[in-house]
């Protein structure tokens, strides 16, 4: 056997430690973190005609663009428009709309003036509109399409402040008995060539970092919403810190997955705004992979269930491979585990055969399976909103995606501790605090904040607010967790603690985190308190369960039979009892229910933000958690 010349030897050398210090660089950026009512205003000055909106029209299906310039002049008009209609400094604006320009132009348009804008979700119920349009006595609402409208028209004669919807998508049919309705292009003709340009610029001038930016109404899963305080100085803090340590510059595309409405999008999309960064703008959140596929983002915000989904996607064509594939994929796998997990993510430089043997894959196998997501030029990806799948987070990194997990609430402007990029962390931790966050964790166990991103309060809540913090201004999360090596780690939601009957605690989103990877499973609720074992009420993937009961000639009329099915139900328990061989046994899953249809928004059961409303829950299906408990 020959040798391999020095040479050649010195140039693999040479590119493992330069590929392996690049990994570990960040990107130089330089942030403009004016304040809000001039942000678009000093970027525009700053990029010019550079893009940096992509967007499709309300129902269309064309990618369109808008420049620093445009946008900014955009953002002129909506604030004289403002004006003209008579909104005050700090009056409440609602915005009631799927993620869109318009969306955008709103916000910044609005503070602009010093007014304050109240995002409501686009999938939000006539009795929260009327109860947010009430509580925040919002006069003007922008609304997005025909289902907006129609909620909004309906709640009208309810709410005594509200005197006029203005509408963004143009194909919305408004009631010829609705003369307080106008479409958003004859609201824009308002501010045309900024007739009031010089009040906009005094009322900027004398913009303060106490304003009120938004009040974000969070969609409790008991109880009417919190009407959350965010400032101009909240914001600022926040996009400053996350400078520090969230690496998108002006190269980055950054899809908008998640609705502005959500404060870690609406967090997010400010900060690549303060970086220069394009901004794709997905209005509706069924088409996202698609969207992806089309505009090959760099960046994306999402909450763990999209990887969960990608991470089931991608084994469910594994498992449909011939041999030959799977065992190579399955090595591929290992190979990117041991690198990316037992060295990178421990700070360690990987071994250069493994190191090689890695780039190899990566620019092979990998490298494939991003082009599959339209991910072929991957930057990296928060994710936050809920516990994270440690196999989940494995499998990301594994495969050369740089997920950035990260905890934060809306009352801490989102991020509290995030990983960083480059950086060592563990699988399983939500990061390190950033700067101007101090963490203190009570003899509960609760994690507790003070900082400058922190709100100040709620909204005509003033017993609320004392009960949310602590004689010593911390801020009570309801989380409960630890720091270990300057690591942030969760362990459950206080409140959503079970006790079983026999005083075993039970932490119910821990588990339906591990049996959420499966891919017949859709959404699932534990149910455990007071009760003497754990259940499960399960909503399964509908197509895969008829595929699997078509493949084993399994009979069935419509979905009630096949989620009653005793052939089905086995084949699911066995699959549950191997994802829950960790848990202790009194945190295993001992009976279970397969629904026949989702959980949903109109019974009250899932907030805006998908989160599962367990009371509800356990009122709609009380008939068929008793069974499960029947002896």
Same mark, same amino acid.
């Given at each position: 056997?020959?040798?391999?010349p020095?040479?050649l030897?010195?140039?693999?050398?040479?590119?493992?430690?330069?590929?392996?210090?690049?990994?570990?660089?960040?990107?130089?950026? /330089?942030?403009?973190?004016?304040?809000?009512?001039?942000?678009?205003?000093?970027?525009?000055?700053k990029?010019?005609?550079?893009?940096?909106?992509?967007?499709?029209?309300?129902?269309?299906?064309?990618?369109?663009?808008?420049s620093?310039n445009?946008?900014?002049?955009?953002v002129?008009?909506?604030?004289?428009?403002?004006?003209?209609?008579?909104?005050k400094?700090?009056?409440?604006?609602?915005?009631?709309?799927?993620?869109?320009v318009q969306?955008?132009?709103?916000?910044?348009?609005?503070?602009?003036i010093?007014?304050?804008?109240?995002?409501?979700?686009?999938t939000?119920?006539?009795q929260?509109?009327?109860? /947010?349009?009430?509580?925040?006595?919002v006069?003007?609402?922008f609304?997005?399409?025909?289902?907006?409208?129609? #909620?909004?028209?309906?709640?009208?004669s309810?709410?005594?402040t509200?005197?006029? +919807?203005i509408?963004?998508?143009?194909n919305?049919?408004?009631?010829?008995?609705?003369?307080n309705?106008m479409?958003?292009?004859?609201?824009?003709?308002?501010?045309?060539?900024?007739?009031?340009?010089?009040?906009?610029?005094?009322?900027?001038?004398?913009?303060?970092?106490?304003?009120i930016?938004?009040?974000?109404?969070?969609?409790?899963t008991?109880?009417?919403?919190?009407g959350?305080?965010?400032?101009?100085?909240?914001?600022?803090?926040?996009?400053?810190?996350?400078?520090?340590?969230?690496?998108?510059?002006?190269?980055?595309?950054?899809?908008n997955f998640?609705?502005?409405t959500h404060i870690?999008?609406?967090?997010?999309?400010?900060?690549?705004?303060?970086?220069?960064a394009?901004?794709?703008?997905?209005?509706?959140?069924?088409?996202?992979?698609?969207?992806?596929k089309?505009?090959?983002?760099?960046?994306m915000?999402?909450?763990?269930?999209?990887?969960?989904?990608?991470y089931?996607?991608?084994?469910?064509?594994i498992e449909?491979?011939?041999?030959?594939?799977?065992?190579l994929? /399955?090595h591929?796998?290992?190979?990117?585990?041991k690198?990316?997990i037992?060295?990178?993510s421990k700070?360690?430089r990987?071994?250069l055969?493994?190191h090689?043997e890695?780039? /190899?894959?990566? #620019?092979?196998?990998f490298s494939l399976?991003?082009?599959?997501?339209?991910?072929?030029?991957?930057?990296?990806?928060?994710?936050?909103?809920?516990?994270?799948?440690p196999?989940?987070?494995?499998?990301?990194?594994?495969?050369?995606?740089?997920?950035?997990?990260?905890?934060?609430?809306?009352?801490?402007?989102?991020?509290?501790s995030?990983?960083?990029m480059?950086?060592?962390?563990?699988?399983?931790?939500?990061g390190?605090? +950033?700067e101007?966050?101090?963490?203190k964790?009570?003899?509960?166990?609760?994690?507790l904040?003070?900082?400058?991103?922190?709100?100040?309060?709620?909204?005509?809540?003033?017993?609320?607010t004392?009960?949310?913090?602590?004689?010593?201004?911390?801020?009570?999360?309801?989380?409960?967790?630890?720091l #270990?090596?300057?690591?942030?780690?969760?362990?459950?939601r206080?409140?959503?603690?079970?006790?079983?009957?026999?005083?075993?605690?039970?932490?119910?989103?821990?588990?339906?985190?591990?049996?959420?990877?499966?891919?017949? +499973?859709?959404?699932?609720?534990?149910?455990?308190?007071?009760r #003497?074992?754990?259940?499960a009420?399960i909503i399964?993937?509908?197509?895969?369960?008829?595929?699997?009961?078509?493949?084993?000639?399994?009979?069935?009329?419509?979905t009630?039979?096949?989620c009653?099915?005793?052939?089905?139900?086995?084949?699911?328990?066995e699959?549950?009892?191997?994802?829950?061989?960790?848990?202790?046994?009194?945190e295993?899953?001992?009976?279970?229910?397969?629904?026949p249809?989702?959980?949903?928004?109109?019974?009250?059961e899932?907030?805006?933000?998908?989160?599962?409303?367990?009371?509800?829950?356990?009122?709609?299906?009380?008939?068929?958690?008793?069974?499960?408990?029947?002896?």
């Amino acid at each position: 056997m020959k040798k391999t010349p020095n040479y050649l030897k010195n140039l693999a050398i040479s590119f493992y430690l330069l590929t392996f210090a690049a990994r570990k660089q960040i990107q130089m950026r /330089m942030q403009t973190n004016s304040h809000l009512s001039r942000l678009i205003h000093d970027q525009a000055k700053k990029y010019g005609d550079r893009e940096v909106l992509i967007y499709k029209d309300f129902g269309g299906k064309e990618w369109k663009s808008m420049s620093w310039n445009q946008f900014s002049d955009k953002v002129k008009q909506v604030s004289n428009a403002m004006l003209n209609l008579g909104i005050k400094v700090q009056e409440n604006v609602g915005v009631f709309s799927q993620n869109s320009v318009q969306y955008l132009m709103c916000d910044f348009g609005a503070w602009g003036i010093r007014a304050v804008t109240i995002p409501f979700y686009a999938t939000s119920s006539e009795q929260q509109i009327q109860f /947010m349009v009430s509580d925040a006595k919002v006069r003007f609402l922008f609304v997005g399409e025909q289902d907006q409208y129609d #909620k909004a028209r309906r709640v009208v004669s309810m709410c005594q402040t509200l005197e006029r +919807i203005i509408v963004f998508d143009k194909n919305v049919r408004i009631s010829s008995h609705d003369p307080n309705a106008m479409y958003f292009d004859d609201f824009l003709k308002l501010g045309e060539n900024f007739p009031r340009q010089t009040e906009v610029e005094a009322l900027q001038s004398q913009a303060s970092m106490d304003d009120i930016a938004n009040i974000l109404y969070t969609s409790g899963t008991t109880g009417d919403s919190k009407g959350v305080i965010l400032t101009c100085g909240q914001y600022n803090a926040a996009m400053i810190a996350n400078d520090k340590c969230v690496p998108v510059g002006e190269n980055d595309r950054v899809l908008n997955f998640l609705p502005f409405t959500h404060i870690f999008e609406k967090g997010w999309k400010i900060l690549c705004l303060t970086e220069g960064a394009r901004l794709i703008v997905n209005t509706y959140p069924q088409e996202v992979q698609q969207s992806m596929k089309e505009t090959h983002p760099t960046c994306m915000s999402s909450v763990p269930r999209f990887w969960e989904k990608v991470y089931m996607g991608v084994l469910e064509q594994i498992e449909k491979a011939n041999a030959a594939k799977r065992a190579l994929f /399955m090595h591929a796998l290992k190979v990117g585990k041991k690198h990316n997990i037992d060295y990178v993510s421990k700070g360690k430089r990987p071994p250069l055969a493994l190191h090689l043997e890695y780039e /190899m894959i990566n #620019k092979t196998v990998f490298s494939l399976v991003r082009k599959e997501l339209g991910l072929e030029n991957a930057h990296f990806f928060p994710t936050a909103g809920a516990t994270v799948n440690p196999k989940v987070e494995e499998f990301v990194h594994s495969i050369g995606i740089n997920m950035i997990v990260g905890y934060g609430l809306t009352e801490s402007l989102a991020t509290v501790s995030c990983n960083h990029m480059g950086e060592p962390y563990t699988v399983g931790g939500v990061g390190i605090p +950033i700067e101007g966050i101090e963490i203190k964790i009570s003899d509960e166990g609760e994690v507790l904040l003070k900082g400058p991103t922190i709100t100040r309060g709620y909204y005509n809540r003033a017993d609320l607010t004392k009960e949310a913090f602590t004689e010593d201004g911390f801020f009570k999360t309801g989380d409960s967790g630890y720091l #270990k090596g300057g690591e942030l780690f969760l362990k459950e939601r206080i409140k959503d603690l079970y006790k079983t009957s026999n005083g075993k605690y039970i932490a119910p989103q821990m588990i339906e985190s591990k049996l959420l990877v499966d891919k017949y +499973i859709d959404q699932i609720c534990i149910i455990a308190d007071q009760r #003497k074992f754990v259940s499960a009420l399960i909503i399964p993937v509908y197509s895969l369960l008829e595929e699997y009961a078509r493949e084993h000639h399994i009979e069935f009329k419509n979905t009630e039979e096949l989620c009653a099915n005793q052939q089905i139900n086995d084949m699911m328990k066995e699959r549950i009892d191997t994802l829950q061989q960790q848990l202790a046994h009194y945190e295993q899953i001992k009976r279970f229910t397969l629904l026949p249809h989702h959980f949903s928004m109109e019974r009250g059961e899932l907030t805006n933000t998908l989160k599962i409303k367990r009371r509800v829950l356990n009122v709609n299906y009380a008939k068929e958690i008793e069974k499960m408990y029947e002896e």
